[in-house]
């Protein structure tokens, strides 16, 4: 793979499909026989960093542990990829991905960082934020959303608030997606032409062109107040985007200390015997048009 990862030709929709297929096979394998492979496959070492995603959720949920992950970045660098290959082989009562839309106006009332403390896990949760309280240092400060007072008070306030996340005991990780103009851009004409990728493309994706520095002053302001000691910034180069799916769960499976745990081999019982049920004849029920 080079800087960029176009993949085989027809967008990124049919490599999506390609790598979903491949995946699955792969997943068939037993959880030992998924070692690394050298040189490595994409695909294999994907497959191999989701069975330890598994071993894991298993420990934070054994543990009771509770896993913030903050996935925040540019427009169009690839968030949205990691966090689906990270969730996909999770069950998702104990992993969920939280995405929240715009405040309402009640929201809009309350302390700023209310709304996302009602998302936070429980014991043996991982919750994932595409996106998050730094929406504040970025798109409403750059976008003119809030004032210059509440910015301020955010920055101020944002390390605090995450001081009292991690000494209550939640494992918090922020990533930063950092991609270069040319490969927005790239990312951003593909989203514009593509049906099936146009909604990712907002009516707001599409103002913040205007403001390509603007979100680069913000962003390195935001770092200069909350990527802290306690709480850093882990900053992911997404200019590829398999690599940086990669790069990231690599890391992520560092961040919290787990041991395996062999799960209990399930023996299925015996199905119910009825030899007096009768099932009602196809033609009584609607069926679904087998077109395939």
Not at 166 to 173: D, E, K, N, P, Q
Not at 182 to 194: I, K, L, P, S, T
Not at 195 to 212: C, E, G, Q, Y
Request: aromatic share 10%; charged share 35%; with cysteine.
């Amino acid at each position: 793979m080079g800087k960029t990862d176009k993949g085989p030709k027809g967008g990124e929709v049919r490599r999506d499909a390609i790598e979903g297929a491949a995946r699955e096979a792969a997943w068939k394998l037993d959880a030992a026989a998924a070692k690394r492979s050298k040189p490595y496959s994409y695909v294999r070492e994907l497959v191999r960093m989701q069975f330890e995603l598994i071993r894991l959720q298993d420990w934070v949920q054994r543990q009771g542990l509770r896993v913030v992950v903050l996935f925040e970045g540019r427009d169009a660098a690839g968030k949205g990829g990691v966090i689906k290959r990270v969730s996909e082989s999770l069950n998702p009562r104990y992993c969920r991905i939280v995405a929240l839309s715009a405040p309402t106006e009640r929201e809009r009332g309350q302390w700023y960082f209310q709304r996302y403390a009602a998302h936070l896990p429980t014991r043996g949760e991982i919750a994932l934020f595409d996106r998050s309280w730094y929406n504040r240092a970025g798109v409403e400060r750059v976008m003119g959303f809030c004032t210059d007072a509440e910015h301020a008070e955010f920055l101020r306030a944002a390390p605090l608030f995450e001081e009292m996340l991690i000494r209550s005991g939640i494992v918090l990780v922020k990533y930063w997606f950092s991609v270069s103009d040319d490969e927005q851009e790239r990312r951003f004409q593909e989203r514009a032409r593509n049906p099936i990728k146009r909604w990712k493309l907002s009516p707001m994706d599409v103002k913040s062109r205007a403001h390509w520095v603007d979100y680069s002053r913000a962003k390195d302001e935001m770092f200069a107040a909350t990527d802290t000691e306690l709480s850093p910034w882990h900053v992911v180069d997404a200019d590829n985007k398999k690599r940086a799916r990669l790069n990231c769960i690599a890391h992520l499976l560092k961040q919290v200390p787990y041991e395996e745990i062999r799960p209990i081999r399930i023996k299925l019982t015996p199905r119910q015997k009825d030899d007096s049920y009768v099932r009602p004849a196809k033609d009584s029920q609607r069926w679904v048009e087998a077109v395939y």
